[in-house]
């Protein structure tokens, strides 16, 4: 129960001595967890004594202070509770299936966390069944946005992981020994942000205007809002804190974009506990979604959004955007983990998706896919869901053209390859880098520039801007990072291209370090920096994807012949 603090805390991180903020979790801490609920279960504890009991012993080995481990319990340690006894689970069994625990301790740490997720075979026959079948029914074309809509080139703006802290204050304290700080004590923290804490409302509205600026000769088309707006104070948050989070983001971006398309996608950190979602328990977040987002919907999509966090748009004609819900690709939702997964959202977001591009598909539409949580290996998603993602991204490959999350706060790619022979690719996951200095980035927003006669993004423009020079001179400013095809020397963005670029990698350690750059996005993170061959491999293998054995041979070595 212990890991939720980071978002980053399950990970390579703990077997290739990279150190992120937040607890670790040793397959020790999480048993000893375990036996903390093996107690609970034998005196059939109230959530009361649950909440208590694992504050005590939080505070007792000293894993946070002492108000990181009561708000941090409160809110999860009943979850887990709830989750062991519905499915009549062995306490460390959730060791286990969150791969914290491997059953083999010679297995490799990434061999470790293909096998160890949990992966329901029978969902994904049964995924790959439908998938094989033609649509019984063929609805009528959705009604268009606008009959007319764009033509030509114009700018898809992405905004990634903006998570602003409303209680930053300039002159505190960045290093206060708990998860989100910048808020109080005597320190350094910097008038524009600084790289240990999340960003003031100030910066995030410097950065807004600094893209109205950039509009001006890159006109922006359509704002991709990829979620996660709260600060990283998990133990201090409750369901009001959340609400106002997204309110506060959904009108921002109304305000600096009144008259733009926005198509936005909920993150994990917006519920409360973050990362759990179950219905009924958290209706009140698609409740507050539905009511943020009026503003950028149609009253059709915002009644789909009240039922199950997802949408779908037709903006003109032949484009379609679909946004989906991936709390189902969350490994800390530990409501994914029951059972009974039909009391969850995530077997009616794959039928509606599957469906959804059926009917985009027989219309001629092409789609582009909004999300949050990637299938990225880091921070690592379900198994679950990334198994049948990269099926459907398989089956639907000439029907999306464009994959856009964040999650991560890092600059990556996932490049999805055919099941078969992974000769192939299918479709790629473009992962933008965070707007939040947290931890150890520079501030970021992505600009993708997309071809609406051919429905193809042609290229994309990394703004970043330096927090440090920001802080000196008192200007902050976005400049350019980089675009693909110039750093990479690539002749357009299709699958293919990337698929090739993954091969050049293998041959070319100059240029995987130039990928290892931007995907840092600011080389400030110091842990990063002390990556040896070893790590940056493992970063290369993840843009193989998480699910596939490729990936497997990948870290085991198997690939890098050369
Ligand atoms: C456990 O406690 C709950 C009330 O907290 C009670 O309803 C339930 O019957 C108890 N179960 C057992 C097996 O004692
Ligand atoms: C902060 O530090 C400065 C310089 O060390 C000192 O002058 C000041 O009194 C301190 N302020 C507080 C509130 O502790
Ligand atoms: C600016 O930000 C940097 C990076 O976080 C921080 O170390 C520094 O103290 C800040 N400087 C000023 C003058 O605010
Ligand atoms: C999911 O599907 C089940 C069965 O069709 C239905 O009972 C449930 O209401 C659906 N949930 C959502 C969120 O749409
Ligand atoms: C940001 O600016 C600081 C201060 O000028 C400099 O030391 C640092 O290397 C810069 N970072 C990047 C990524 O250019
Ligand atoms: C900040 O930007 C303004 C406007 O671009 C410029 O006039 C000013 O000189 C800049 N200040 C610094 C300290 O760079
Ligand atoms: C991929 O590489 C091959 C051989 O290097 C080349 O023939 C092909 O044109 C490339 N395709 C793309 C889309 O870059
Ligand atoms: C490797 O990549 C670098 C950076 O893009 C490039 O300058 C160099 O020519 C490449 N080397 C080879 C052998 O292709």
Not at 181 to 210: E, M, Y
Not at 405 to 411: A, E, L, P, R, S
Not at 493 to 505: C, D, P
């Amino acid at each position: 129960m212990m890991l939720v603090v980071s978002t980053y805390a399950h990970s390579a991180a703990e077997d290739h001595n990279i150190v992120s903020k937040g607890f670790e979790v040793s397959c020790d801490l999480c048993l000893m967890g375990a036996a903390l609920f093996d107690g609970f279960l034998l005196r059939n504890a109230s959530n009361e004594e649950v909440i208590r009991g694992s504050t005590e012993v939080c505070i007792g080995l000293h894993l946070e202070k002492p108000e990181v481990c009561s708000g941090t319990m409160k809110a999860y340690a009943p979850i887990v509770y709830y989750v062991i006894v519905e499915d009549e689970l062995a306490p460390s069994e959730i060791c286990y299936k969150l791969g914290i625990c491997s059953h083999d301790p010679n297995e490799v740490t990434v061999n470790k966390m293909v096998k160890s997720s949990e992966v329901a075979e029978s969902a994904l026959d049964k995924v790959k069944a439908r998938l094989q079948k033609k649509p019984e029914v063929l609805t009528a074309p959705s009604q268009p946005r606008s009959e007319t809509g764009f033509s030509g080139t114009s700018y898809i703006l992405q905004l990634a992981d903006i998570h602003m802290d409303p209680l930053y204050t300039v002159g505190s304290e960045p290093h206060c020994g708990e998860p989100q700080c910048c808020r109080t004590g005597n320190g350094t923290a910097g008038f524009w942000g600084d790289h240990s804490c999340d960003i003031p409302l100030w910066t995030v509205k410097q950065i807004l205007s600094q893209i109205v600026e950039i509009n001006r000769t890159k006109p922006i088309s359509m704002v991709i809002w990829s979620g996660d707006n709260s600060p990283h104070d998990v133990w201090m948050m409750d369901e009001q804190t959340q609400i106002t989070a997204i309110q506060v983001m959904s009108d921002l971006i109304h305000e600096y974009f009144p008259n733009t398309i926005v198509m936005p996608s909920c993150g994990n950190h917006e519920s409360y506990p973050m990362d759990e979602f179950l219905l009924p328990q958290q209706q009140w977040l698609l409740d507050t979604l539905a009511d943020s987002w009026q503003q950028f919907l149609t009253s059709e999509e915002v009644a789909t959004v009240k039922k199950a966090g997802y949408f779908t748009s037709v903006l003109q004609p032949g484009l379609r955007v679909v946004s989906l819900f991936t709390f189902d690709a969350d490994i800390l939702n530990f409501y994914n983990l029951l059972r009974h997964s039909n009391v969850n959202i995530r077997d009616n977001q794959t039928d509606w998706f599957i469906n959804t591009l059926e009917q985009a598909e027989a219309h001629n539409e092409k789609v582009l896919v909004v999300g949050h949580i990637p299938c990225t290996f880091y921070p690592l998603p379900t198994n679950h869901w990334c198994r049948i993602y990269e099926a459907i991204v398989e089956r639907f490959s000439d029907v999306i053209v464009g994959q856009f999350y964040g999650h991560t706060h890092f600059d990556q790619l996932v490049v999805f390859t055919d099941t078969a022979t992974h000769s192939t690719a299918t479709g790629t996951n473009y992962v933008a880098p965070s707007m939040t200095t947290y931890v150890g980035h520079d501030p970021a927003i992505r600009l993708y520039e997309f071809n609406y006669d051919t429905m193809e993004i042609t290229n994309w423009y990394q703004y970043r801007t330096n927090i440090t020079e920001a802080n000196i001179s008192g200007n902050l400013t976005m400049e350019l990072a980089y675009t693909p095809i110039d750093l990479y020397q690539m002749p357009d963005l299709s699958n293919a291209a990337w698929f090739n670029l993954t091969q050049r990698f293998l041959h070319n350690d100059t240029l995987l370090d130039d990928y290892y750059f931007q995907l840092r996005s600011g080389p400030h993170t110091t842990w990063m920096e002390q990556c040896d061959s070893v790590c940056r491999r493992l970063w290369y293998c993840e843009i193989l994807g998480v699910t596939t054995e490729l990936l497997k041979q990948c870290a085991d070595g198997k690939i890098f012949t050369n």
